[in-house]
């Protein structure tokens, strides 16, 4: 279950709720919850417990490619250390904000920026720790300091090693233009995401504007999010999840997609499932 605040805390220990839940007349209905977010839609629902399933919290793992790294964490050493951690796990990018925390999402109104140097020295931090991450350093002044605050730092983060940069929130095709036009040589990235202030564009035509990279970063999520809330809806409702089986992934196409029997392969005692 994801954490809970203030006056949402439990009064009780979660095993002691769980058999206070038991003990109740008629049957516990226990959905399956892979993540903390379907958690959330499942309790919205109605439900009162859930299921992990070891098999859907492995599925739902990988390996990070470009990974947001938030503010990275604190000061110079925190993002150093998150930096080590990162590239540990697999990732190869990590990009980092000149946000002030409490941070925002990009898209959002009132942020506070750090200074343009200490932001620097974050990069520069991040840079002296990676072997081979790509660092890429977001910037969120255009909403307070324009296309030239924005180029301004851009320049001062690629002089402290930040391999690309990433002017965030950007809200017209002009804009993408003149950072462009300004920043000549340095790999740029755009962010593509829904609901937000950046006009709709393809990657074909951030790639016209001499854009390097293009994130959607949350589309798969409000995606998935709105499916499963039908999901949940459904089952509270039927008791079943029988009018869902056409809109799932089966079994087989998820073996296929993890390359379940080449992992299986690997080891002679493992016999070769076969989906039912």
């Known amino acids: 279950m994801p954490y809970l605040i203030a006056d949402d805390l439990p009064l009780a220990p979660a095993g002691q709720s769980f058999r206070a839940a038991l003990s109740r007349p008629g049957i516990l209905r226990l959905p399956g919850a892979h993540n903390g977010q379907a958690a959330l839609q499942a309790k919205a629902a109605g439900f009162d417990a859930l299921y992990l399933s070891g098999a859907a919290m492995t599925a739902s793992m990988g390996l990070p490619l470009l990974v947001d ?5 604190g000061e110079a050493l925190n993002v150093m250390h998150m930096v080590r951690v990162f590239e540990e796990a697999g ?40 072997r081979d991450l790509v660092i890429i350093a977001r910037t969120d002044a255009a909403a307070s300091e324009g296309i030239e605050g924005t180029v301004a730092r851009a320049k001062l983060y690629v002089e402290a090693g930040a391999d690309a940069i990433f002017p965030e929130a950007l809200t017209s095709v002009e804009m993408f233009k003149e950072v462009r036009a300004a920043l000549p040589g340095v790999k740029l990235l755009a962010n593509m995401t829904e609901f937000g202030r950046t ?73 070769l499932s076969v989906a039912p």
């Open 199 to 271: 006009p709709a564009l393809t990657a074909q035509e951030f790639q016209d504007l001499g854009y390097d990279m293009v994130i959607w970063p949350v589309s798969s999520l409000r995606v998935a999010n709105k499916a499963q809330a039908k999901l949940y809806a459904t089952l509270a409702r039927d008791g079943a999840t029988t009018a869902m089986i056409p809109e799932m992934q089966t079994r087989s196409e998820l073996y296929d997609t993890i390359g379940l029997n080449a992992f299986e392969a690997l080891d002679a005692n493992i016999a």
């Open 69 to 73: 790294g938030d503010t990275g964490y």
């Open 91 to 130: 990732a190869g990018a990590v990009h980092l904000e000149d946000q002030l925390l409490p941070k925002k999402c990009g898209h959002l109104n009132d942020k506070k920026l750090a200074g343009a140097q200490d932001m620097a020295a974050k990069v520069a931090a991040a840079a002296r720790a990676r």
